[in-house]
């Protein structure tokens, strides 16, 4: 489990074929690796890996294909930035929010705005992870816990203040950079109670509930 406060940044040094999976190499002198141990988990850019090698300033991890199919590795290379955090301990500061590291789906920076104090950037999402995404909800980008400000029906918009540009990759961003997007978990959770044990692919009730429904009832803010 991680919370979405990242630790360092480091940089991708090696993408080695190793049959089936992809071995990657991180380097990454600023995150201390005096408590890692094999077979700890390291979020990379929002991925949780599992370290099967490492030293006092890199470590190594197998990505398998599926993992490559569903996040945004497959556009990395050697050189490629990358937000690190470790596993959450016990006894940690629970800064962010619960963030599992397993990626819900791949979206692209479709604006960046210069707000003068703050940068507005607006993601766009794919359909199939809409639906969890609220205003003033949580959001995992490339590994970071972040707070929706406003979200449309393709588009959701993040505030970032100068400290989270310097403390992680979201400074390099670019129009049509993609990321990779969790949604917050209890969200995942509250729909599967709500289908009452049935398959996400089975045919879904329709609901009373409507978006005029909510923002009656003071749980949305309409501008």
């Known amino acids: 489990m991680f919370t979405g406060i990242i630790e360092a940044v480091g940089e991708i040094s090696q993408l080695r074929n190793n049959g089936n999976d992809i071995r990657l190499t991180v380097q990454c002198p600023h995150l201390d690796m005096s408590d890692v141990a094999l077979g700890d988990s390291i979020a990379t850019n929002g991925v949780c890996l599992t370290v099967v090698e490492y030293g006092d300033t890199y470590y190594c991890a197998d990505v398998s294909q599926e993992t490559i199919k569903y996040t945004g590795f497959s556009d990395y290379s050697a050189g490629a930035k990358v937000n690190l955090e470790k596993a959450m301990l016990p006894t940690s500061r629970f800064g962010g929010h619960i963030v599992s590291g397993h990626v819900d789906g791949v979206g692209h920076i479709s604006r960046i705005v210069d707000q003068q104090d703050y940068i507005e950037v607006w993601v766009h999402m ?13 959001i995992t980008v490339d590994g970071v816990s972040l707070t929706v400000n406003d979200v449309t ?7 970032l203040i100068p400290h989270t540009l310097e403390k992680t990759i979201i400074s390099t961003y670019k129009v049509g950079t993609r990321v990779n997007l969790e949604v917050d978990v209890i969200a995942r959770y509250l729909e599967r109670l709500m289908q009452g044990g049935r398959s996400a692919n089975d045919v879904q009730p329709k609901s009373d509930i409507s978006m005029t429904f909510l923002a009656e009832n003071g749980y949305l803010n309409r501008k």
């Not at 794919?126 to 949580?138: C, M, N």
């Not at 029906?153 to 505030?159: A, T």
Request: glycine share 4%; aromatic share 16%.
């Open 126 to 138: 794919p359909e199939s992870i809409r639906h969890y995404i609220a205003h003033k909800g949580s």
């Open 153 to 159: 029906e393709d588009e959701f918009m993040l505030w």
